[in-house]
């Protein structure tokens, strides 16, 4: 049995748990990115309700902005999601007039997701409610820090990948 008794836990732990778990657990560079994402997705989906919007359809909609033609399997690989989930989305957005699907020209089966008009411009819109909550972390980060995480988190995506 593993003695945890002597056992320092982060000053953000209230209790001792005798769970299986490092002492450096939530010191680690993946929590402190894991809460970061809970803080600004939370923030995201707080500032889009006002635009009858999730932060989900959010992505979705960039993704599809991004690579037009995506297929809801990439789009779900592209956002790390089941192809379920996207299949959900996409009907939701697409009742909604901001997405359409069109057969693939050569495979009959493939159906590929665009953007309408009502799409982009929900987007538009979409996109101006984050970029406000990039620049409130900007401001709070400063410039140059900003630069760096972005440039640090573009290595840590890197490291990952090359894993």
């Not at 680690?28 to 994402?37: E, H, P, Y």
């Not at 101006?128 to 709070?140: C, G, H, L, N, T």
């Amino acid at each position: 049995m593993l003695d945890t008794s002597s056992v320092s836990y982060p000053r953000h732990v209230r209790h001792q748990d005798e769970g299986p778990i490092a002492a450096d657990a939530l010191d680690r560079v993946s929590w402190a990115l894991r809460q970061a994402d809970w803080a600004v997705q939370g923030l995201k989906e707080q500032r889009l309700r006002s635009l009858g919007m999730a932060a989900a359809h959010y992505s979705l909609l960039i993704c599809v902005h991004t690579e037009p033609g995506l297929t809801g399997a990439e789009a779900a690989r592209r956002l790390n999601v089941t192809p379920q989930a996207v299949a959900s989305l996409v009907s939701r957005l697409e009742g909604r007039g901001q997405l359409e699907r069109r057969s693939h020209p050569r495979h009959r089966h493939v159906q590929e997701l665009h953007l309408t008009d009502a799409g982009r411009e929900v987007l538009r819109g979409a996109d101006d409610v984050v970029s406000e909550i990039e620049e409130q972390i900007a401001r709070k980060l400063g410039r140059d820090d900003t630069t760096r995480l972005t440039a640090l988190l573009g290595q840590v995506a890197d490291a990952v990948r090359d894993a």
